[in-house]
């Protein structure tokens, strides 16, 4: 799959390019502060990266999972970022560094101690973390960490070329609803 990823992630940069530089440039408009976020995340063999997304939250928001988070501190323009799942194409430069693939378990914070846990016992932490995955497509995300590490673990095992092409065509198709603010 590698080599798909390698395929996939420089061929999305370069067509989505355009989009790219639109979002940018209409994030400094719409929020104020950078327009794009590193955040550190877990990776393969629990060694951790920066991941890169589009802003979508107020500035000095803590870096936690996104279902702690306060909906308030998601901007308008955040919101529809979010919506479009536009806040992700920034992770194609992950996944093109070989730091994630396109397919594969969403990478947690060092602070989700206990999906850590969970995902040690499973070997989940033996394959790259993926911009989408089967638990995104079954609207599962790390609120329940004991049933996302089950599901990567299962994804993992079940995975091939077949699944990995399913995964992209349904998250391009907006199946799921991947890590999701929750209303208070």
Request: glycine share 8%.
């Amino acid at each position: 799959m590698f080599l798909f990823d390698l395929i996939l992630s420089l061929l999305g940069l370069i067509i989505l390019s355009p989009l790219f530089i639109a979002v940018f440039f209409l994030s400094i408009i719409f929020q104020p502060g950078t327009p794009l976020l590193l955040q550190q995340r877990v990776g393969r063999r629990e060694k951790l990266f920066d991941l890169i997304k589009f802003r979508t939250m107020e500035l000095g928001t803590k870096s936690v999972a996104t279902h702690e988070v306060n909906p308030n501190q998601v901007t308008g323009w955040g919101k529809i970022l979010r919506k479009t799942k536009i806040d992700e194409v920034p992770q194609l430069w992950n996944v093109l560094k070989g730091e994630m693939s396109l397919v594969g378990p969403r990478p947690c914070l060092p602070n989700q101690t206990e999906l850590i846990q969970r995902r040690q016992k499973l070997g989940v932490f033996n394959v790259r973390p993926g911009i989408t995955g089967l638990a995104q497509i079954q609207g599962i995300d790390m609120s329940t960490p004991d049933l996302l590490a089950k599901t990567d673990a299962e994804m993992i095992r079940t995975q091939n070329v077949g699944n990995y092409f399913k995964f992209i065509f349904l998250t391009i198709l907006g199946s799921g609803r991947g890590d999701r603010v929750i209303e208070k």
